[in-house]
């Protein structure tokens, strides 16, 4: 069946540094989406990319979608306590047929960030 | 603006006791619903999802049971919990269409003892 992996499982980092995670389906995916999970709390949509090869911003995060569509990462620049949780990738469910709108999530991605 | 609401929060719960959660979504009709749950550290697993009143799909085979009894209602079941059944359990609602992102609840941090 379709798998969503996203590596790596865990970083920490220092305030400042930057940090990636990256996803990788094993179907070619018609939307990759972002969520992130603040510690406690529940995932937040964050964005779609739709287009082979797009790349979009919000302030210091930079999401890109590959150009088979079957990956995507996550950049953050110049990272925040404020970053702290876990980000996860996620696509459309592909089965065959109608995907009711399921998603398949990657297992996330814990960024733990060190003032 | 659509709004869900999930409770209780938090629930302790004995081994061989019932369990009942609830889901509810404002401002918006005929929602794709979906269960998840979560344990600590890792992903979410797809539960139970429902296209309509009474239509529900199963994802896994498991000791829960969901019911869909009105539009925006979503009831995640069981009639003797598990200790396995410990975990964080998310309701979510979204579109009927590959597209659309889902919304979550705040969630039910559900422990067995």
């Known amino acids: 069946g379709q798998q969503v992996m996203q590596i790596p499982q865990y970083q920490h980092v220092q305030e400042g540094e930057d940090f990636t995670t990256y996803c990788n389906s094993s179907t070619t995916l018609s939307n990759i989406q972002w969520y992130k999970q603040r510690p406690g709390g529940h995932p937040v949509f964050l964005i779609q990319?739709?287009?082979?090869?797009e790349v979009k911003k919000q302030k210091r995060l930079t999401f890109q979608f590959g150009e088979a569509k079957k990956n995507s990462s996550l950049h953050i620049t110049a990272t925040q306590t404020t970053d702290v949780g876990t980000y996860f990738c996620a696509g459309p469910h592909n089965a065959g047929g109608t995907s009711y709108g399921k998603l398949t999530f990657g297992q996330g991605t814990i960024l733990t960030v060190h003032p | 603006s659509q709004t869900i609401h999930q409770w209780p929060a938090t629930l302790v719960q004995p081994v061989g006791s019932p369990l009942s959660l609830e889901c509810t979504v404002e401002g918006t009709s005929n929602p794709n619903l979906y269960w998840y749950r979560q344990a600590a550290g890792r992903g979410l697993q797809l539960l139970f999802y429902s296209v309509g009143i009474g239509q529900i799909s199963s994802e896994v085979p498991q000791n829960l049971s969901a019911s869909r009894p009105q539009d925006r209602q979503f009831i995640l079941s069981s009639k003797k919990l598990l200790l396995s059944d410990s975990g964080f359990y998310l309701c979510?609602?979204?579109?009927?269409?590959?597209?659309?992102?889902?919304?979550f609840g705040d969630g039910t941090r559900l422990s067995i003892l």
């Open positions: 979510a609602w979204g579109r009927d269409r590959s597209n659309q992102p889902q919304h």
């Open positions: 990319l739709v287009k082979s090869g």
